[in-house]
């Protein structure tokens, strides 16, 4: 897109000294100012194309959330996403049942992969708490005291997820990464 944007800014400019002719050289003024152009409008544009890609995002359900990256059980509610470009964290409002029917499906999904792992719940320990509010303290989401700790896969290359549920709340989080 910011490719695209960029050539028709430089065909248009281009075309508008052709016929005004009032320039002594106006192919070099054109490719001038578009080489001077080039850097601040990559920026102007990613800016603009960032502003809707990432960012906080809320969903009732599931139906409207259409992204590739994000999986959730099917019957989540209540849906808030923190999307950025290597990653996201999501809360939503899911039972217990649903979300380990969820967490057997991507691991039957991943046994095709050679670094395939199914989640591992962890033993509760002061360490999770910290981790819990370093990850989602600045979404404003606290610590639930009977957070269950599920340790996602991980790629070869660092990207995975865990899954953080509190049975008594039927919340779960989701710290997710990918590169």
Request: charged share 25%; glycine share 6%; hydrophobic share 40%.
């Amino acid at each position: 897109m910011k490719i695209t944007f960029y050539i028709t800014v430089l065909l248009g400019f281009s075309l508008w000294t052709v016929l005004r002719r009032r320039l002594k050289r106006p192919i070099l003024t054109t490719l001038g100012t578009c080489m001077a152009l080039f850097i601040p409008m990559l920026f102007g544009v990613g800016a603009v194309v960032d502003s809707v890609r990432y960012g906080e995002f809320k969903h009732e359900d599931t139906t409207s959330l259409n992204d590739a990256y994000v999986k959730i059980p099917r019957d989540a509610t209540d849906i808030t996403l923190h999307k950025y470009a290597s990653g996201h964290f999501l809360k939503f409002s899911t039972s217990e049942d649903s979300l380990q029917s969820w967490m057997d499906e991507l691991t039957e999904e991943r046994r095709k992969f050679d670094d395939a792992s199914p989640f591992e719940i962890t033993a509760k320990s002061e360490f999770d708490k910290t981790e819990f509010n370093n990850i989602f303290k600045d979404h404003g989401w606290l610590y639930p005291e009977d957070v269950m700790v599920y340790r996602g896969w991980r790629s070869r290359r660092g990207g995975g997820f865990d899954v953080w549920y509190s049975e008594a709340k039927k919340t779960a989080f989701i710290s997710a990464g990918y590169w």
